[in-house]
């Protein structure tokens, strides 16, 4: 009887606190203040780890700070948002705007993505993000923005988007940080593990006139309202990053896509001056793209002086290397000096995505043709993803490793499956570089 009387009354708590109980949920370990359920809790070290590498801004889906700010700021002392009541699922309409549901209502999700959405954000975009995440709640409305309405989702979108973001252990330690700006999102995150479903995340989006005034939108306590953040113990504070406001940050010479403040940049500005990689565009460098077999294999041509290798249209060396795309005699001196080989249907695939470790053993073969010395190895059997490692790679992730070319995660894992980024590729060649004029002067 206890425990059916315990059930209801965390039926009842899930329906006030906005969380969807899934068909067949029934009385379960999953409340939030029990023992049980803390031990879903993601530690906001492993949080900060998944947000790693963040490279793009908000902006990247076409709504900025500046929208943000100036639409809540027409409605600060109005009702078109404020006492909006508080209505779990996907609920994102305002008093001033109920066309989405039909009557005046939001969840804290629900709020925020209505605000987005009228700023200009590319939904579709978002929400594909989202999905790619492997961490997505869908509320089942049928509505088109239904997983914009989730907070776990945001999450998802902050490491699957690459998003500029940054976890805090605490509201004080996100508000003594100094990187808060009004219009930014903030996530209070405890986990997207715990049955499932939406697990009572929290998203508002940060108001405060300094990095350390506590104060954000957001619809908590059965209504919308401007006021100090909704604290909770043992959740992270996530902040996810509109572009800074202000005189704009200084663009690496020739793009438009690469700022002086991205981690980056230098390494695009050393690729870019010598000649090895190019833009995308005329002035667009694409960092957060994946880098393409046939774009390496350029790039290891330009970096060996452009030699003469042909491509006669009646006997290309693949079967989908035609002559006239920019990556054809590249990719035909490369399978001459045996740098690169051909898949088992005679195509190359120069659109196809590098791996990491595929990166590695090109690396590897390329700079064997040069007769560089790749003795050193570095032992692999520490890295807890080492099982992916397709035997092929192995020998050239293991020189690689030990070169410092490509280097595993803080967490412990190669991850010798996941797509190179070109920023990620500019880094790698550019400490190619050094380590080959390093390498040149130790023989001389």
Known sequence: ????????????????CGISVPAGAEENDCQYSTEEAKEYRIPTE????????????LDRFGVTRKKVVAELTAHEHDDYYLNTPFVGGDWQ????????????GTNC???????LRKCGMDTVAVQQVMRASGKYTNWGSGRPHDGLASASNYMGLAVQGKIISYAFPSKAAMLASGKAEKGDLVLRFWTNEWGGWDEDNHLMIFWGN???EDKVWQNASGRLHIGQMWDEDDSSFVLIKFAPSGPPAPLVE?????????????????????GLMKGTLKDQFSPQEPLLRGQLVSILWRMSGEPAAGLPEDSPAFADVEAN?????????????????????GTFRPGQPVSRQEMAAILYSYCSWRGLDTEARSDLSGYTDRDLIDSYAEEALSWASATGLITGHSSGAMDPLSQTQRCQAAAVFRRLCHWIEQATEEEE
Request: glycine share 8%; no cysteine.
């Open 1 to 16: 009887m206890k425990k059916q009387w315990l059930a209801a009354f965390l039926s009842v708590l899930l329906v006030v």
């Open 46 to 57: 492993v949080v900060q780890e998944r947000l790693k590498g963040g490279i793009n801004y």
């Open 93 to 104: 309409s305002p008093r001033g705007d109920i066309s989405y549901n039909g009557a005046p």
């Open 109 to 115: 999700a629900g709020f925020v993505a209505y605000v």
């Open 210 to 212: 300094t990095p350390q």
């Open 254 to 274: 020739g793009f438009r896509d690469v700022w002086e403040t991205l981690w980056y940049a230098e390494d695009v500005r050393y690729v870019s001056k010598a």
């Open 325 to 345: 795309q920019y990556y054809a005699e590249a990719v035909n001196w490369a399978e001459q000096a045996g740098i690169v080989k051909g898949y088992p249907d």
